[in-house]
T-cell receptor, first 110, second 121 residues
Framework: GENVEQHPSTLSVQEGDSAVIKCTYS??????FPWYKQELGKRPQLIID?????GEKKDQRIAVTLNKTAKHFSLHITETQPEDSAVYFCAASGADKLIFGTGTRLQVFP | NAGVTQTPKFQVLKTGQSMTLQCAQDMNHNSMYWYRQDPGMGLRLIYY???????DKGEVPNGYNVSRLNKREFSLRLESAAPSQTSVYFC????????????????????FGEGSRLTVL
């Protein structure tokens, strides 16, 4: 079945710097790769997603890139702000279910 | 519009006790899921129901059973709770339907409930 690996597990950046989180997946048939943000004590919420027919997608300060050949995808956050502090999860669709990575705790220091 | 509602929010059990976590969604979604979240382990899929009348095992199904009662409701049962089942449980739903490329077609967004914190002593 699908296996998703996520790195790093923790990431600390200064406000205004960029943050990059990387994920790899195992199932070459996976075709959907979302990213979820979970603030402390809250439920995970979708922030951006990408489908396998697209190499890059942007939404304001966040962007996701996908390399199907290498089976990896990344989340890029530019001009980080303290409210970006949260746990971020990548995921990949294996058949009819979504398999998540282990999460990255991002801390943005003022 | 409540979205996805889970009950109870908190529960403490003794080893060997049984309990059922309830989940209901009011978005007319086809698919429903149960995940557990443990520190450093991310969100792991326990069971899912791709459509009403079907259920399938996820990554960590041992010790759990599920029932897709109707299109709205999907319950998770612990028959004999163990300390290893101490976790935060999230129910989620999506409008996806059948087919291999389902996540690539209609919206693949998962809508999560608020979570249920379960402690097994």
């Amino acid at each position: 079945g699908e296996n998703v690996e996520q790195h790093p597990s923790t990431l600390s950046v200064q406000e205004g710097d960029s943050a990059v989180i990387k994920c790899t997946y195992s199932d070459s048939a996976s075709n959907y790769f979302p990213w979820y943000k979970q603030e402390l004590g809250k439920r995970p919420q979708l922030i951006i997603d990408i489908r396998s027919n697209v190499g890059e997608k942007k939404d304001q300060r966040i962007a996701v890139t996908l390399n199907k050949t290498a089976k990896h995808f990344s989340l890029h956050i530019t001009e980080t702000q303290p409210e970006d502090s949260a746990v971020y999860f990548c995921a990949a669709s294996g058949a009819d279910k979504l398999i998540f990575g282990t999460g990255t705790r991002l801390q943005v220091f003022p | 519009n409540a979205g996805v509602t889970q009950t109870p929010k908190f529960q403490v059990l003794k080893t060997g006790q049984s309990m059922t976590l309830q989940c209901a969604q009011d978005m007319n979604h086809n698919s429903m899921y149960w995940y557990r979240q443990d520190p450093g382990m991310g969100l792991r899929l326990i069971y899912y129901s791709a459509s009403e009348g079907t259920t399938d095992k996820g990554e960590v199904p041992n010790g759990y059973n599920v029932s897709r009662l109707n299109k709205r409701e999907f319950s998770l049962r612990l028959e004999s709770a163990a300390p290893s089942q101490t976790s935060v449980y999230f129910c989620a739903s999506s409008e996806l339907g059948g087919g291999r490329a389902r996540f690539g077609g209609v919206s693949g967004e998962l809508f999560f409930g608020e979570g249920s914190r379960l402690t097994v002593l």
